[in-house]
């Protein structure tokens, strides 16, 4: 009786062990963005793509991951983790969706010069973020959250672990890892 009883037990384990790499999301609303963006994305890589932003309408939408096909558990610990960001309006809430009218903006600030300082920190995001910089390569998630990055020091004050933290919150490359090319 007690080898059938430590049998089921083992099964019973390796059963659990079986299913832990599903993950359903911590939140059913999170599980259905997922299912909608996932395989309803508008979003490449293209230059093309980057020079269409600022003729899009303002409430259009940036929608779905660039390079790879998103991942529930990295998404559910994306939309956890930006919440503690939600005071700040110009961090998107969901990587994955994205409204034209502030890629427009943090587009624009893209371009600007940052003080030593600012630049150090802004540096320092670059080396340490998971992709090494706001994404895996310069498409226009690259710029927007570049911008972002710039905003985020000069006008928030923002340090460089600070930035790097919501850009590695922010990857929308897709996929459960880093996708950098260094």
């Known amino acids: 009786m007690k080898v059938l009883a430590a049998a089921a037990a083992m099964l019973a384990a390796g059963m659990i062990a079986l299913g832990a790499g599903a993950h359903e999301a911590s939140d059913p609303a999170i599980k259905a963005r997922f299912d909608y963006l996932s395989t309803n994305g508008n979003s490449n890589c293209s230059g093309a793509f980057l020079r269409a932003i ?30 503690v960001f939600a005071a700040i309006a110009e961090i998107p809430p969901d990587p994955y969706d994205i409204e034209a009218g502030l890629a427009k903006k943090l587009l624009a600030v893209y371009g600007i010069a940052l003080s030593p300082e600012e630049q150090a920190a802004y540096d320092y995001a670059m080396l340490n973020a998971d992709e090494k910089g706001p994404c895996c390569c310069q498409c226009w998630r690259w710029h927007v959250y570049g911008g972002l990055g710039k905003l985020l020091i000069r006008d928030r004050g923002f340090t460089g672990e600070q930035l790097a933290e919501v850009w590695d919150l922010s990857d929308g490359c897709g996929g459960a890892a880093d996708h950098s090319h260094s």
């Not at 559910?76 to 983790?81: R, V, Y």
């Open 54 to 83: 600022p003729r899009m309408t303002p409430i259009a939408r940036l929608q779905g991951s660039c390079c790879s096909p998103m991942d529930l558990a990295r998404y559910d610990e994306q939309i956890q983790g930006l919440k």
